[in-house]
């Protein structure tokens, strides 16, 4: 086998169905599903043993979110290459074909992401991979676009986890994907210190997925997802930057800082932002920070230069979308 397939499961028993029969379909047959549940409620266990007894199911004893059971995933595998993909999709059938493509291309290659269509609405595209800007925001690239648009392979600067594949022996370099930040950004994290190592992350066009979105979340935007989202934006760039990146970035992320509030503060999560924050501030010291290697110098100040370039497309695409309403 090539690839496991870890799907982490938090009460979607609902979702398990499409979900596992579209990975049925596919028309490369190198693969295994793992499923790894995170104490769910509501007999998604019993479903499974039920309907899909020759899956394996890892069963945790509580809800240790998504990081967590990704990477008891990642370490029970034994495949070169492993796909994360959340529950609440459902895959094309040449979609683990094309990810192992993409991924062959390159030994450098850490992760590739594919095209995430939004399910309910198959016209437009959910994601195409993750950017990352100098104001400290995770952008999803394409989303609320044509899915005509985003047709060639290119470099991202990290994949989406929701339907991503990764090569398994590069966490024995960088790390596995951090347990603290539980959920949300973890995904950019983890590719952020894979590209200070000198590791690719690419998009797949060809490899299409469909995506609910915040199956097990709930909605787009809620308070723990405010709050987590805000604590662990603190914990990615205090991790990944040194500190005179961090010097040098300052003004920007200070400014990202407010300007998040503010839209949290219309949305009525501004106390929830506010929260996350300063929960951020106060744990970021008990993180693991990448250490700083002289050989890794070009690699950072490549990743400045594309955030630099990822906030300017950002701002262009912002302008070109709520000022010209196109």
Known sequence: MKVTIIIPNYNGKHFMEPCLQSLSEQTCRDFKVLVVDNASSDGSLEYMSE?????????LK???GFSKAVNVGIEH????????????????THYVEEMIKAIEKSPRIFSVSSKMIQMYHPELIDSAGDLYTLMGWGVCRGTGRPVSNYTKADQIFTACAGAAIYRRNAFSKIGLFDENH???????????RAKIYGYKNTYCPTALVYHVGSGTSGSKYNSFKVKLSARNNIYLNYKNMPFLQLVL?????????VV???FFMRKGFGKDYACGIKEGFSHAREQKKVAFKLRHLPNYILIEFELILHTLSYARDWFTRKLFKK
Do not use: Q, R, W
């Open 249 to 257: 970035n300052f003004i920007p992320l200070f400014l990202g800082c």
């Open 182 to 192: 539980f959920a949300y950004l973890e995904d950019i994290d983890v590719g952020y």
């Open 77 to 92: 595998s034994t495949t070169p290459y492993v796909i994360l993909l959340n529950n609440d999709t459902t895959v094309d």
């Open 62 to 64: 509580k809800n240790y």
């Open 260 to 262: 998040k509030y503010l």
């Open 51 to 59: 309907h899909y007894p020759d899956i394996e199911v890892i069963s």
